[in-house]
């Protein structure tokens, strides 16, 4: 079975520059969460749909950043206009259930996002 | 947000059990305890979770104190490929994970 793929792996582009970030969740999956670590900190929640839904979005930083699940299925992350804060490594997990104890999340290897 | 207190770092001897404290003194009754861990430079990784029971699975045992402030993630047979951040997170698991800065183990040959 196939995990969840991130793509790009890696992606430097300049300030003021538009990126989009995708994420391909295991299938059968109806929980799709985006994370990210940015330079010296921890990771942090940014939200989380169930299926095309965004669920909780508490932890989108800025309206430069906008996601979406249409279909159900993958999901983008859209970062406009870039800035140089925004660098850092962004993370994706599924999950299959959403009740807290078979809630086992699995994480992507991440887009490493250098804002220049 | 911090919910969990963990030791910044931890060395354990190849081969010996690793044992990583968690203090949660704060966590309220439906809450879960969740390890997770995070080799460099790739994606967190589930390890196990529970809520008062002590669990064990392929990767590591769970051991929960029976006020349930605390608890211990063991893990048996510690190799080298275990070296890693580990994360103890409290919570309802259905949504957000909070990942504090966890413990850094480092397992020495």
């Known amino acids: 079975e196939a995990g969840v793929t991130q793509f790009p792996s890696h992606s430097v582009i300049e300030k003021g520059q538009t990126v989009t970030l995708r994420c391909d969740p295991i299938?059968?999956?109806?929980?799709l969460y985006w994370y990210r670590r940015v330079m010296g900190k921890e990771i942090k929640f940014l939200l989380h749909?169930?299926?095309?839904?965004?669920?909780?979005e508490s932890g989108m930083p800025n309206n430069r950043f906008l996601a979406e699940r249409t279909g159900g299925t993958y999901s983008t992350l859209k970062v406009q206009p870039a800035e140089l804060e925004d660098s850092g490594v962004y993370f994706c997990?599924?999950?299959?259930?959403?009740?807290?104890?078979?809630?086992?999340?699995?994480f992507g290897p991440g887009t490493r996002l250098t804002v220049l | 947000d911090a919910k969990t207190t963990q030791p910044t770092s931890m060395d354990c001897a190849e081969g010996r059990a690793a044992n990583l404290p968690c203090n949660h003194s704060?966590?309220?009754?439906?809450?879960?305890v969740y390890w997770y861990r995070q080799i460099h430079s790739q994606g967190p990784q589930y390890i196990i979770h529970?809520?008062?029971n002590n669990e064990t699975n392929e990767m590591a045992s769970l051991i929960i104190t029976e006020d349930r402030k605390s608890s211990t993630l063991i893990l048996p047979h510690a190799t080298l490929r275990d070296t890693a951040v580990y994360y103890c997170?409290?919570?309802?698991?259905?949504?957000?994970?909070?990942f504090g800065t966890g413990t850094r183990l480092t397992v020495i040959p």
């Open positions: 299938s059968g999956h109806d929980n």
């Open positions: 529970g809520l008062k």
């Open positions: 749909f169930v299926k095309e839904s965004k669920q909780d």
């Open positions: 704060t966590i309220s009754g439906n809450e879960y």
């Open positions: 997990a599924s999950s299959q259930e959403w009740i807290a104890e078979r809630n086992e999340q699995f």
């Open positions: 997170i409290v919570g309802l698991g259905a949504n957000n994970l909070f």
